[in-house]
């Protein structure tokens, strides 16, 4: 194994031409691809076919794995688009619903439009009486994540595409018919979860209540005491939910599309995102960034804090700081930092001393060398957990309400991919184990 030559390229007349250092082989001719926005990608499909060798890109961080036409991010300067719409405007103007039609249409739903999706979510949420069986299974302390991702995969054997023929490839109307579902479904599924854990009751959804309002009611309201509606927090909440909405081609969202490939039902392949989603480097962050908080304790111990994230001695993160993509302040950061003043202050808690903790860390971390010098910002989970908590969502809850949100992005970016015909995900390995040998002579069953 080694580095071997390097090779080295310049750019024609909307070709990348490649060759390797010292000249000595004949150049390989790549075509370049313009995107609408955002740097040019080079079409490494004929690179095997007329050089022999395969690219290595572990973590995919320099590779767009497709062509998409939902989400745009550029990291640099801290830009995010649905459909090219700021998602600042998304925030300040649309509804989740709005934002869940136009990341899977590509418009912003007309009135009429608007109308006729709200009134099919609704009469989506409601899942099938046997799943509630389903929960029965399951100990009433395990995550709920492992519940969920559990029971969405479950829900394929009730809203199958596929039935009996494994060979069904999935029409356009049950593609539709699919994301309606899904989206529609998750509030109630994430709802349950929580309900089960807890030993309560399971709550139906409600018609006449928002989506983000059904999520609230589902969660907090018993048999005999409704959850009293309040609007600002179930703005709070919508808009978290938008915040939560999309983001290209992240490891979830990835995991979808590659699941999706196979033309597996779609419920399966959900689940599938969920579980990526799970991993603390991803959606487990703001339950992480909790933890991180109580342990911290009080302002008084962030220098400690910050000492052991300098030293990198025993692997502790500032909790949700850094991205991949963004190397400016995340977007979405910003947004949820004004929401959680909102949320706080509503509750008459803006005294809160966890979020006196989180901003003194933050203003710490943000003139702090060890930040600058990597270009750590706060992202959108520093502050969603402190939200959810505020308003009464334990924290195991908060990665299952990310999965709602997130919902929305899967099945559009599951359709896109779907109307794309990629063929199935197959990604190579520079292969590093032992070359080809013969098992001992002397070790098996004798024969
Ligand atoms: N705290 C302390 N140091 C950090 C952090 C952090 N949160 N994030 C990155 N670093 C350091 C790394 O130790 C590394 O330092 P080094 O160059 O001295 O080795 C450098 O910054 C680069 O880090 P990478 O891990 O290579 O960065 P990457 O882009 O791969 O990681 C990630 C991104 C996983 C999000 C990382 O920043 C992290 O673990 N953050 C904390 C978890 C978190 O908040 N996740 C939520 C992400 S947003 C989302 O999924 C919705």
């Given at each position: 194994m080694g580095i071997g030559e390097t090779a080295i390229g310049h750019k024609g007349a909307g070709q990348w031409v490649l060759c390797k250092a010292d000249d000595s082989a004949q150049p390989i001719h790549l075509d370049s691809m313009e995107g609408q926005i955002g740097p040019d990608v080079v079409d490494m499909r004929g690179l095997y076919k007329q050089a022999g060798v395969f690219s290595y890109d572990p973590g995919f961080a320099n590779t767009a794995a497709c062509?998409?036409?939902?989400?745009?991010?550029?990291?640099?300067?801290?830009?995010?688009?649905?459909?090219?719409?700021?998602?600042?405007?998304?925030?300040?103007?649309?509804?989740?619903?709005?934002?869940?039609?136009?990341?899977?249409?590509?418009?912003?739903?007309?009135?009429?439009?608007?109308?006729?999706?709200?009134?099919?979510?609704?009469?989506?949420?409601?899942?099938?009486?046997?799943?509630?069986?389903?929960?029965?299974?399951?100990?009433?302390?395990?995550?709920?994540?492992?519940?969920?991702?559990?029971?969405?995969?479950?829900?394929?054997?009730?809203?199958?595409?596929?039935?009996?023929?494994?060979?069904?490839?999935?029409?356009?109307?049950?593609?539709?018919?699919?994301?309606?579902?899904?989206?529609?479904?998750?509030?109630?599924?994430?709802?349950?979860?929580?309900?089960?854990?807890?030993?309560?009751?399971?709550?139906?959804?409600?018609?006449?209540?928002?989506?983000?309002?059904?999520?609230?009611?589902?969660?907090?309201?018993?048999?005999e005491a409704p959850w009293a509606v309040n609007p600002v927090l179930a703005r709070a909440f919508d808009r978290i939910l938008i915040l939560h909405a999309d983001h290209g081609q992240n490891v979830s969202t990835s995991t979808v599309r590659t699941v999706g490939s196979t033309g597996v039902n779609p419920f399966a392949c959900i689940a599938a995102g969920v579980a990526a989603l799970w991993g603390p480097a991803h959606g487990g962050a703001n339950e992480a960034v909790l933890d991180m908080l109580d342990e911290i304790g009080t302002v008084d111990g962030i220098p400690d804090f910050m000492n052991r994230v300098r030293n990198q001695k025993d692997g502790t993160r500032l909790m949700?700081?850094?991205?991949?993509?963004?190397?400016?302040?995340?977007?979405?950061?910003?947004?949820?930092?004004?929401?959680?003043?909102?949320?706080?202050?509503?509750?008459?808690?803006?005294?809160?001393?966890?979020?006196?903790?989180?901003?003194?860390?933050?203003?710490?971390?943000?003139?702090?060398?060890?930040?600058?010098?990597?270009?750590?910002?706060?992202?959108?989970?520093?502050?969603?957990?402190?939200?959810?908590?505020?308003?009464?969502?334990?924290?195991?809850?908060?990665?299952?309400?990310?999965?709602?949100?997130?919902?929305?992005g899967w099945v559009a970016q599951w359709k896109e991919m779907l109307e794309s015909r990629p063929g199935i995900s197959r990604p190579r390995a520079l292969y590093v184990g032992p070359t080809r040998r013969d098992v001992p002579p002397s070790y098996g069953v004798e024969g």
């Open positions: 062509q998409s036409a939902i989400t745009y991010i550029d990291g640099e300067e801290g830009i995010l688009l649905h459909r090219g719409y700021p998602i600042e405007q998304l925030c300040e103007k649309a509804s989740f619903t709005d934002v869940a039609w136009l990341l899977s249409h590509g418009e912003l739903p007309d009135a009429r439009q608007k109308v006729r999706f709200e009134q099919g979510l609704m009469a989506e949420a409601h899942l099938h009486e046997q799943i509630r069986n389903f929960f029965n299974g399951f100990r009433r302390d395990s995550h709920p994540m492992a519940m969920l991702c559990g029971t969405l995969a479950g829900l394929s054997s009730f809203y199958g595409n596929q039935g009996a023929d494994q060979r069904h490839r999935i029409t356009p109307e049950e593609r539709e018919m699919s994301t309606l579902r899904l989206v529609a479904k998750m509030p109630t599924l994430a709802a349950w979860v929580y309900r089960y854990s807890r030993g309560l009751p399971l709550i139906y959804p409600r018609p006449g209540l928002s989506y983000a309002e059904n999520c609230l009611h589902m969660l907090f309201s018993m048999p949700g700081f850094g991205h991949r993509v963004y190397k400016k302040l995340d977007p979405r950061a910003g947004l949820m930092r004004r929401i959680c003043h909102e949320v706080l202050a509503e509750l008459g808690m803006d005294h809160d001393p966890r979020l006196e903790l989180a901003l003194k860390l933050e203003e710490t971390a943000l003139n702090d060398e060890y930040f600058i010098s990597r270009r750590l910002y706060p992202n959108v989970d520093f502050y969603s957990g402190i939200i959810l908590r505020a308003m009464g969502i334990p924290s195991s809850m908060f990665t299952v309400f990310f999965a709602v949100a997130r919902t929305a």
